[in-house]
């Protein structure tokens, strides 16, 4: 008896100190690593999508902002016992081809059938009524409202504003921190370069649900809720006056426009054309849609603005004055004869036969023979040299992405191409802007204002700054200043030349604006596929310059003709804005263009 | 007041109050359960109804003449083989098994009274006076008494209560007296079945264990075959009841094996009330403030995964008062049932222990991860009258014993 019941009382110890050994475990021993587990269980953290950031002009217009979008969403937990049914009836009123909701319902499913999925984004007023009408008789199915970009209707600038998409699984991978999947993200133009700055700071609720995920209430009542922080609004260095007259003077035609106030180096106007309407993204983008734009032979996703590459043409004939004067090769006493062309090794032709003439009317006429002969002067190294210090061959910075570096060669180039024995006459192309030379309009536009501001601008950019919600001011972003330091003599002459090729008898004759003194040069690139491209670039007005414009549009021929009057429309658009007048007659005096003309022509 | 030095001699308050203090801290876990339930709300109150009634009935068989207990052996055994017989043909089913008996309102089991049935039964045929616990014939009619009710408990089917019976067969046969032998010859086609779940390699290893006994024991060929045949028997007979038991039950068996393996699924209770005890802490997260709990992360908690309420809001400090008031019960039980000189009532009250004890240990075993989830309530914890009713009844018999044991010696 005493045996039996001794083994009870040990049994009765084993059992007691294993479940007390066992409790300890769990919950002195164990007790952080449950109550993780217990808190990821109960608490679910919902994001709050901030409002991304919209973008004002210069002038403090709005031109993108958001508007509210409805997408329709399903629950499976509720939705699933009649999809059946919904289904078809769902599908013929949001217009999709039938299976479109099993097909995202399996790609979004999750391990919980209590979380909504998205079906679409962007759904009409029409279903969003009859939605409500018929609420009862559709489990499950719910709708939301979120954000959508919205635009202006009198200006485009899909290549400067760029579009947000949903984010892709390799984008996910990239940036794992801060996105989800379903999160919108710039993905062109601005919207992609200020990103961080537009897309604001997430927020969270914190959610109570049951075991199964389904929501029941707000945790604490919210107090541990972290609100979002808005988007940055961005203040553009756009006009949108002077955006709608650049991409009004392009539609229809291929090329890029680029307008910059040369003493700060802020964009006046970006355009690339053909455009595309950033419309059909701000929602679910049609598949169609974007094939359409992939396949166009006209190539609407490309920026041309900045990665478009083509020679420069006479353009870049101040380029080679400016090295030739700086380096005291010529000055304006130095005079060339054109015959009417070149020969160096073989021909090289002019467009006239314009005798003797100076740097300042070899410019006003463009005239080739003239700087074929100077460019043989200046050598390609400090030729080369020259057209790094104006920016060509490098990137120029400017806050968008995607931007072409371009080509400026030297010895070195043409040695590692041509061998050591490389043809000099290569050379005698590069005085004019042909050959192997390949610049962007926006290097050209940069160039046009270091030329306009005398040697000194900033990095070229499309973002002035934000405005800060409180202070209603705008906190202005850094920019690297660009100097081309030259003396102001050789700055003179070759504005002098550019002055002339539009108000003298030069090849922009036709571009005279009245009341403003415009100066610029017309260009033509040689184009191997097609009809040349017309080029110009230009500035206004002369003695105080407050827009400097860089135009290129392809295949059309010769620049005066195409180009020169598309920069002269932006120009005058800008210029003749009220507040910019009474700016320029303030500040600009009356100055005598004959005296001042002849003192550097003496 | 005058106190009356002769009532501790008569009531066991020890064993008294262990019990009023299980039954109290239920009550607590209770309504902190279920008082943000949709459904289960009610619940509270309706345990409070069923303690006090359950304290009336303690009190009347505390009251009760000892002697007639051995006397209501064989009428309380046919009530219960007749209740679970009744239940078969009325009874409503619950989460898969047909075990309730809906009389004017409440619900009963009778697996639950079938258990004190059971034992009256045994405990009189084992306390006679030619019962020879060492014969085979004996053994098989002991077996035979407690076989009866678990055949039909398992065809509800209730895997929680057939241990239960099991178990308590087993400590009376062992209270009686059975030989090592005896012992063996019982024990060792139950282990063999169990064993035979697990995969034939186990199973197999189990019938060299018999056989290596069988030798040690040195018995005669015959019984040795004999005993090693049903042995075997009992192996493929497993298979069989396993696939008896009902999906969940079978489900929960394979996913003791691995809780994670569908962490929504069979093994989510497991988990989920591992979280539940393990998040308590040493102060827990205090009353009604335990998130498992509020936010019913386990199903019907207030029944089978009661110990989780008190786990997580009470924390190890209310885990060990848990603990101890169980101990305080037990060591009264067992002192009681060793402190009477009646052959009968010793059994009795070691079968009622037993019935507390492998629950203690099936419901504890499950809650804190070292066995499957067998649905088996905690002893005056958990919520369900019928439970609380037959617990407070066979206590109730506990203290008469202790109130008249030195009539008995």
């Given at each position: 008896m005493t045996n039996r019941k001794t083994f009870l009382y040990i049994a009765l110890t084993v059992v007691m100190a294993l479940v007390f050994l066992r409790l300890f475990q769990m919950q002195i021993l164990d007790q952080k690593n449950y109550e993780e587990k217990a808190q990821e269980n109960s608490i679910r953290r919902v994001e709050q999508i901030p409002l991304r950031g919209v973008f004002y002009d210069r002038n403090l217009k709005l031109i993108v902002s958001n508007n509210p979008a409805y997408t329709i969403r399903v629950t499976p937990s509720e939705y699933n016992k009649y999809a059946n049914t919904l289904n078809p009836i769902l599908e013929s009123v949001l217009d999709v081809e039938p299976g479109y909701i099993n097909k995202i319902l399996y790609n979004n499913r999750t391990y919980s059938k209590y979380i909504?999925?998205?079906i679409k984004r962007g759904i009409d007023l029409k279903v969003v009524s009859w939605l409500e009408e018929n609420s009862e008789h559709l489990p499950g199915v719910d709708y939301i409202v979120e954000?959508?970009?919205?635009?202006?209707?009198?200006?485009?600038?899909?290549?400067?504003?760029?579009?947000?998409?949903?984010?892709n699984p390799k984008q996910l991978e990239a940036e794992k921190g801060y996105y989800t999947a379903g999160d919108y993200v710039g993905n062109t133009g601005i919207e992609k370069f200020y990103e961080k700055q537009l897309r604001g700071v997430k927020g969270y609720n914190c959610i109570l649900v049951d075991s199964k995920r389904k929501e029941i209430g707000r945790f604490k009542d919210g107090m541990d809720d972290v609100n979002?922080?808005?988007?940055?609004?961005?203040?553009?260095?756009?006009?949108?006056?002077?955006?709608?007259?650049?991409?009004?003077?392009?539609?229809?035609?291929?090329?890029?426009?680029?307008?910059v106030e040369p003493k700060t180096g802020e964009i006046l106007a970006f355009v690339s054309s053909p455009e595309y309407d950033?419309?059909?993204?701000?929602?679910?983008?049609?598949k169609d849609y974007l094939r359409d734009l992939y396949s166009d032979p006209q190539?609407?996703?490309?920026?041309?603005?900045?990665?478009?590459?083509?020679?420069?043409?006479?353009?870049?004939?101040?380029?080679a004055a400016m090295a030739a004067l700086e380096e005291g090769i010529i000055d304006t006493n130095t005079t060339y004869y054109c015959g009417g062309g070149f020969s160096y090794g073989r021909f090289y032709k002019c467009d006239g036969v314009h005798g003797t003439l100076n740097v300042i009317h070899a410019i006003e006429h463009s005239c080739n023979t003239f700087f074929y002969q100077l460019i043989l002067k200046i050598g390609l190294e400090k030729w080369s040299d020259y057209a790094h210090r104006f920016g060509f061959g490098k990137k120029t910075g400017i806050d968008i992405g995607g931007e072409a570096t371009g080509l400026v060669p030297d010895e070195a180039y043409y040695r590692k191409h041509y061998g050591a024995n490389w043809p000099r006459g290569a050379m005698v192309s590069l005085g004019i802007g042909q050959g192997e030379l390949n610049v962007s309009p926006i290097q050209l536009a940069q160039y046009t204002a270091l030329i306009a501001n005398n040697g000194r601008?900033?990095?070229?950019?499309?973002?002035?700054?934000?405005?800060?919600?409180?202070?209603?001011?705008i906190v202005p972003y850094q920019f690297k200043e660009v100097t081309a330091p030259l003396k102001q003599k050789t700055y003179d002459i070759v504005k002098r030349g550019m002055f002339l090729v539009v108000n003298g008898s030069g090849t922009g004759a036709a571009l005279k604006i009245p009341d403003v003194k415009m100066a610029g040069k017309t260009g033509t690139a040689q184009n191997p596929h097609g009809k040349d491209h017309a080029l110009f670039i230009g500035f206004a007005p002369f003695d105080n310059p407050q827009i400097a414009v860089s135009v290129i549009v392809e295949n059309v021929g010769f620049g005066a003709t195409y180009a020169g009057p598309i920069a002269k429309h932006v120009i005058e658009t800008y210029l003749s804005k009220d507040y910019k007048k009474k700016k320029m007659e303030a500040k600009a005096p009356k100055f005598q263009l004959e005296a001042e003309g002849e003192q550097i022509a003496d | 007041m005058r106190i009356d030095y002769n009532l501790n001699d008569k009531f066991d308050f020890a064993l008294f109050f262990s019990m009023l203090g299980l039954t109290i801290f239920g009550l607590i876990a209770i309504y902190s359960s279920t008082v943000h339930h949709p459904t289960a709300s009610g619940n509270f109150e309706k345990q409070l109804f069923s303690a006090v009634v359950s304290l009336i009935l303690f009190f009347v068989l505390y009251m009760f003449p000892t002697s007639y207990f051995k006397d209501s052996s064989i009428y309380m055994y046919a009530l219960s083989i007749f209740m679970l017989l009744l239940v078969l043909v009325v009874g409503r089913k619950i989460s898969g098994a047909r075990s309730w008996i809906t009389f004017a309102g409440f619900g009963f089991q009778p697996s639950e009274f079938a258990k004190i049935g059971m034992i009256f039964l045994i405990s009189n045929f084992l306390s006679k006076q030619d019962t020879e616990i060492d014969s085979f014939r004996d053994i098989l009619k002991t077996l035979?008494?407690?076989?009866?009710?678990?055949?039909l408990i398992l065809v509800q089917p209730d895997l929680g209560s057939t241990f239960v019976f099991f178990a308590v067969i087993l400590v009376l046969m062992y209270w009686k007296g059975i030989s090592?032998?005896?012992?063996?010859?019982?024990?060792?086609?139950?282990?063999?079945?169990?064993?035979?779940?697990?995969?034939?390699?186990s199973f197999i290893a189990a019938l060299v264990v018999v056989i290596a006994a069988l030798f040690y024991f040195k018995k005669d060929i015959i019984s040795s075959a004999a005993v090693f045949a049903i042995n075997l028997a009992a192996g493929f007979f497993a298979d069989y009841v396993y696939k008896a038991l009902s999906e969940h039950q079978q489900t929960r068996i394979r996913s003791f094996i691995d809780p994670t393996a569908d962490p929504l699924g069979a093994g989510y209770n497991a988990i989920q009330a591992k979280v539940a005890i393990g998040s308590g802490g040493l102060l827990g997260k205090g009353f009604l403030h335990g998130n498992q709990t509020q936010l019913q992360f386990i199903p019907e908690q207030w029944t089978d995964f009661i110990f989780c309420v008190i786990g997580e809001e009470f924390g190890f400090i209310g885990s060990l008062i848990i603990l101890a008031l169980f101990v305080v019960l037990f060591l009264r039980i067992l002192k009681i049932a060793t402190s009477t000189k009646d052959e009968f009532l010793s059994l009795l009250i070691i079968g009622i222990f037993t019935v507390y004890l492998a629950h203690f240990i099936i419901n504890l075993g499950m809650v804190v991860g070292f066995m499957p989830v067998i649905g088996i309530p905690l002893p005056f914890v958990s919520y369900g009258g019928s439970s609380l009713l037959i617990n407070m009844g066979m206590l109730g018999i506990v203290a008469n014993v202790y109130r008249t044991r030195k009539n008995y010696t």
């Open positions: 909504p999925i998205r954000m959508q970009r919205s635009y202006l209707d009198s200006i485009v600038g899909s290549h400067v504003f760029g579009y947000t998409k949903e984010i979002s922080i808005k988007g940055k609004d961005l203040v553009l260095s756009l006009d949108s006056d002077v955006q709608k007259a650049a991409e009004e003077a392009l539609r229809g035609r291929r090329g890029a426009i680029v307008a950033l419309n059909q993204f701000s929602y679910v983008t049609p190539k609407p996703l490309f920026n041309r603005a900045v990665m478009s590459l083509n020679p420069p043409g006479s353009t870049f004939k101040m380029l601008t900033f990095v070229p950019h499309i973002v002035k700054g934000y405005l800060d919600d409180k202070t209603k001011k | 035979a008494m407690g076989m009866l009710p678990v055949v090592l032998l005896g012992l063996f010859i019982v024990l060792a086609p139950g282990l063999v079945a169990i064993a035979s779940l697990f995969g034939i390699y």
